[in-house]
T-cell receptor, first 112, second 117 residues
Framework: NAGVTQTPKFRILKIGQSMTLQCTQD?????MYWYRQDPGMGLKLIYY???????DKGEVPNGYNVSRSTTEDFPLRLELAAPSQTSVYFCASREAVNTEAFFGQGTRLTVV | AQKITQTQPGMFVQEKEAVTLDCTYDTSDPSYGLFWYKQPSSGEMIFLIY??????QNATEGRYSLNFQKARKSANLVISASQLGDSAMYFC??????????????FGPGTRLSVLP
């Protein structure tokens, strides 16, 4: 039972490069989320999705894009990486409105 | 505006004693849920306990209980009989919105708990 899988686990990007952080869940959850966690801080919501084809902005969406073409996958796209995007990124999914979120192991991204 | 406030950046507790971690929230939605998560130094997020806004009783899960005071908009986590393994960051989170509309799920800044032997 894989749960929520994020790839890659670590990545170093140069300023201006682009990349996609992958997130897949095998629990058939409708709700999926992307967060960033800066050192010593809480999680900030970037984008979320309530089902395939439906996405919405969270607290800190600037510099990111998402898509949700299937229930399982919710990739996060960084188009022009900036040092301010250095962070740990977590993907999460939930089955229903009153259930807990299951988290991936995180992706540690450094932009230099 | 901050939706979740955790006013204690760091807390210390003696092993085997109880500790309360504070959480206040801000929402105008009558339907919401409150969650607590633990993040050890390894980085993973571990779900601890959940309280729905319409739940009549305070939630309990083993050594964890949630002191839910709806009128004060507070949802404090109580850990009884602290163990060394409880040392971690603790996050309060809130889900608001009905059905598929506005399923926001936001976290507070966290409290770092250190359990002393």
């Amino acid at each position: 039972n894989a749960g929520v899988t994020q790839t890659p686990k670590f990545r170093i990007l140069k300023i201006g490069q682009s990349m996609t952080l992958q997130c897949t869940q095998d629990m058939n959850h409708n709700y999926m989320y992307w967060y960033r966690q800066d050192p010593g801080m809480g999680l900030k919501l970037i984008y979320y999705s309530v089902g395939a084809g439906i996405t919405d902005k969270g607290e800190v969406p600037n510099g990111y894009n998402v898509s949700r073409s299937t229930t399982e996958d919710f990739p996060l796209r960084l188009e022009l990486a900036a040092p301010s995007q250095t962070s740990v990124y977590f993907c999460a999914s939930r089955e229903a409105v009153n259930t807990e979120a299951f988290f991936g192991q995180g992706t540690r991204l450094t932009v230099v | 505006a901050q939706k979740i406030t955790q006013t204690q950046p760091g807390m210390f507790v003696q092993e085997k004693e109880a500790v309360t971690l504070d959480c206040t929230y801000d929402t105008s939605d009558p339907s919401y849920g409150l969650f607590w998560y633990k993040q050890p130094s390894s980085g993973e997020m571990i779900f601890l306990i959940y309280q729905g806004s319409y739940d009549q009783q305070n939630a309990t899960e083993g050594r964890y209980s949630l002191n839910f005071q709806k009128a004060r908009k507070s949802a404090n986590l109580v850990i009884s009989a602290s163990q060394l393994g409880d040392s971690a960051m603790y996050f309060c989170a809130m889900r608001e919105g009905r059905g598929d509309y506005g399923q926001n799920f936001v976290f507070g800044p966290g409290t770092r708990l250190s359990v002393l032997p």
